[in-house]
């Protein structure tokens, strides 16, 4: 199981809360029988989500009315983010499977429903493209300029992201020259220096994709397909990890020895 930003858990609080303060209507005082009506309009977990947070708004002031307003789940909020989530993410680097088996019950709820509310491999991989605009590739002596980052996505069920299952994902066959690994690397390398490689300008933009990619893929790696010089000058570069929903996803680019 990959990590999970701390914030897309703080998101399903949120969108919980929202839906609590959408059920009390236009007095915005959310009651019980309100609450009844709100979940019976969903399902799963978010329908538990929503009927928990609830349940844990009205205990935190020992509430005998079961009626809460916007400040009583505003409050709630900034527990729920502190002593729920924040306080388990004991590395600050995402909410690992050992750290959420540590949390509390409605702390795993609101990961379980950030995790059916995560985009799947394919919008990330969109999404790093976008954020990638105007981005050049300009690395391990590439002799190609102004090179751009693609989106890449491959359909998978992957636990993890080794060099087998890179290979197996991408059908690789590794008696072509073509298909073989040149290099693999570790992508927090690559990230430093793509964000040193660019003008200051755009080094915003560079971190702000190494840190979307860091917080949304697990095992990110970069890999360099092609044997030097049996595979031809050109070379494909996969910058990938495993998306949430299993699926490989991340950028690609080239680069050219001769």
């Keep these: 199981m990959t990590r999970i930003a701390k914030s897309e858990v703080n998101a399903a609080f949120e969108w919980a809360a929202a839906q609590i303060i959408e059920a009390g209507g ?18 799963g977990a978010e329908r538990d989500l929503v009927d928990f947070f609830y349940r844990f708004i009205v205990r935190q002031d020992g509430n005998p009315s079961e009626r809460v307003d916007r400040g009583d789940i505003e409050k709630a909020l900034v527990v729920a983010r502190e002593q729920l989530v924040a306080a388990f993410d004991t590395n600050d680097n995402g909410l690992s499977a050992a750290e959420v088996a540590t949390m509390p019950p409605l702390g795993r709820l609101a990961v379980k429903v950030a995790r059916h509310r995560q985009r799947g491999g394919e919008e990330l991989a ?4 976008s954020l990638a605009y105007n981005l050049v590739f300009d690395d391990y002596g590439t002799e190609l300029t102004n090179e751009q980052f693609l989106s890449f996505h491959a359909p998978a069920q992957l636990e993890s992201l080794t060099a087998q299952s890179f290979v197996a994902t991408l059908g690789l066959k590794l008696d072509d020259p073509k298909d073989q690994i040149a290099r693999i690397e570790s992508a927090a390398d690559f990230f430093r220096r793509l964000v040193d490689h660019h003008t200051p300008g755009q080094t915003a933009q560079a971190v702000a994709l190494a840190q979307s990619m860091q917080s949304s893929l697990a095992d990110l790696q970069v890999y ?14 996969f910058i990938v990890g495993v998306a949430p929903d299993g699926s490989l996803a991340g950028l690609r680019a080239r680069v050219r020895w001769s």
């Design 224 to 237: 360099i397909v092609g044997a030097d010089p049996e595979g031809g000058p050109v070379h494909p570069v």
């Design 126 to 129: 969109n999404h790093f493209e």
């Design 26 to 43: 236009r007095d915005k005082i959310t009651s019980r029988a309100e609450i009844r009506r709100k979940i019976a309009e969903l399902t």
